[in-house]
């Protein structure tokens, strides 16, 4: 099958500073990626839709300058929190869409810990 | 987007079946109902999916009743690895978005 590959799985930074989370396919082209982001005991939320080569469209109540997404090619998007802080503190998954536009692959998620 | 209702949680046995069910009463008649699974601390996986008929794959069977109105997932011999939060999602035909419910938290004793 598909995979998708998320990277970093856990990072730990602190306040105030900026955290790149990349979620590449790796076996397949990609034009649309999704993040989302979870926290402890709850379901996915759905943050953004991001196409390749242009703007993401954003969840209603997410920032957009705050989670920077740029989906430059078709097997890369990166997601940038900026100027994390701690309630940022969350899991966040990725997952893109190749041509079997039924199914949904997903990253295995990133960890991000804000101190 | 519609809405599905799934049970917060089952429990199952090992080696047993598995029925997993989920309501979706206000389905639309172009919407394709999904299953996914979480395992803890990994990103979704795609399970199965289906519009009308039932369906079948290696890894389950997704029963869907004559009005759409609601499913069924059915893991034929549950394992200690199908411990897993399930998802049952309504889609639109073409893709697009996956908006997740709570999902029903299966554990599975030995």
């Known amino acids: 099958g598909a995979v998708v590959s998320q990277h970093p799985s856990w990072v730990i930074c602190k306040s105030g500073t900026s955290v790149k989370i990349e979620c590449r396919s790796l076996?397949?082209?990609?034009?649309?990626m999704f993040w989302y982001r979870q926290f402890p005991k709850q379901s996915l939320m759905l943050m953004a839709t991001?196409?390749?080569?242009?703007?993401?469209?954003?969840e209603q109540g997410v920032e957009k300058d705050k989670f920077l997404i740029n989906h430059a090619s078709l097997t890369l998007s990166t997601l940038t929190v900026t100027s994390a802080h701690p309630e940022d503190s969350s899991f966040y998954i990725c997952?893109?869409?190749?041509?079997?536009?039924?199914?949904?692959?997903f990253g295995s998620g990133t960890q991000l810990s804000v101190l | 987007d519609a809405k599905t209702t799934q049970p917060n949680s089952m429990e199952s046995n090992e080696e047993e079946p598995v029925h997993l069910p989920c309501n979706h009463s206000?389905?639309?008649?172009?919407?394709?109902i999904h299953w996914y699974r979480q395992l803890p601390s990994q990103g979704p996986e795609y399970v199965i999916h289906?519009?009308?008929s039932n369906v079948n794959n290696r890894m389950a069977s997704l029963a869907i009743a004559e009005d759409r109105k609601s499913s069924t997932l059915i893991l034929h011999r549950a394992t200690l690895r199908d411990a897993a939060v399930y998802y049952c999602?309504?889609?639109?035909?073409?893709?697009?978005?996956?908006?997740f419910g709570q999902g029903t938290e299966l554990s599975v004793k030995p």
């Open positions: 206000t389905i639309s008649g172009t919407d394709y």
């Open positions: 289906g519009l009308t």
């Open positions: 999602i309504l889609r639109p035909p073409m893709g697009g978005k996956l908006i």
């Open positions: 076996d397949f082209q990609a034009t649309t």
């Open positions: 991001s196409n390749e080569g242009s703007k993401a469209t954003y």
């Open positions: 997952s893109a869409r190749g041509t079997v536009k039924e199914k949904l692959f």
